[in-house]
């Protein structure tokens, strides 16, 4: 079974320095991996995704994404943070669910807070 | 535009009852999903439905129902008999997995059910 480890409950960066979300997963055959982010009592947003090719993989807001195989991360990467990047970030993998279709596996989530 | 809609976005029940979430979407996705999210433990899958008239049990299906009669529609029902229903819930869409389906997601903004 396919599953997603967020080693940080939380990342702390004052605003303008780079941020970095990790994430690391397992997963039988190729990895399709996703990125999204929750503001407070809303629904997820999707950033960005890693299906094949460049492993630098461009996403919304200015955020992009690693993809490192011999790794297996795909840690979240923003070059320099806002205050308004705050939230909570999940990382997922995709995973065949019986019958077909998708199941996307959750990470526990990180919250990122950006300060002033 | 384009979306998923849950109702009611605040839900409070008193034990021992019933309650109905609803979930539309108007993406003509085939495939729909509910999610349960409790702090510091990311999104775990109920239930999905991959095509109208049929729907399968995610990892946490005990005490809750799901039905698919219309494509545009999958309400969630939370029974009596899920002892700790107190969570956020998260219903999601997507196109019909193939192979151009690279899995991503589409949620809508979650509905938060309390237990008094």
């Known amino acids: 079974a396919q599953s997603v480890a967020q080693p940080e409950d939380q990342v702390n960066v004052a605003e303008g320095n780079p941020l970095t979300v990790k994430c690391t997963y397992s997963?039988?055959?190729?990895?399709?991996l996703f990125w999204y982010v929750q503001y407070p009592n809303r629904g997820l947003q999707f950033l960005l995704k890693?299906?094949?090719?460049?492993?630098l993989v461009k996403g919304s807001y200015g955020f992009e994404a690693e993809f490192n195989k011999s790794q297996t991360s795909f840690h979240l990467k923003k070059p320099s943070a806002l205050v308004s990047d705050s939230a909570l970030y999940f990382c997922?993998?995709?995973?065949?669910?019986?019958?077909?279709?998708?199941?996307?596996?959750f990470g526990t989530g990180t919250q990122l807070k950006v300060e002033l | 535009d384009g979306g998923i809609t849950q109702s009611p976005k605040y839900l409070f029940r008193k034990e021992g009852q019933n309650v109905t979430l609803s979930c539309e979407q108007n993406?003509?996705?085939?495939?729909m999903y509910w999610y349960r999210q409790d702090p510091g433990q990311g999104l775990r899958l109920i239930y999905y439905?991959?095509?109208?008239?049929?729907?399968q049990k995610g990892d946490i299906a005990e005490g809750y129902s799901v039905s698919r009669e219309k494509k545009e529609s999958f309400p969630l029902t939370v029974t009596s008999a899920q002892k700790n229903p107190t969570a956020f819930y998260l219903c999601?869409?997507?196109?019909?997995?193939?192979?151009?389906?690279?899995?991503?997601?589409?949620f809508g903004e979650g509905s938060r059910l309390t237990v008094l």
């Open positions: 999601a869409s997507s196109i019909r997995w193939g192979t151009e389906n690279t899995g991503e997601l589409f």
């Open positions: 997922a993998v995709r995973g065949i669910l019986t019958g077909g279709g998708n199941k996307l596996t």
């Open positions: 439905s991959q095509i109208v008239n049929d729907f």
């Open positions: 890693y299906i094949t090719g460049d492993n």
């Open positions: 997963v039988s055959g190729n990895p399709y």
């Open positions: 993406l003509n996705h085939d495939a």
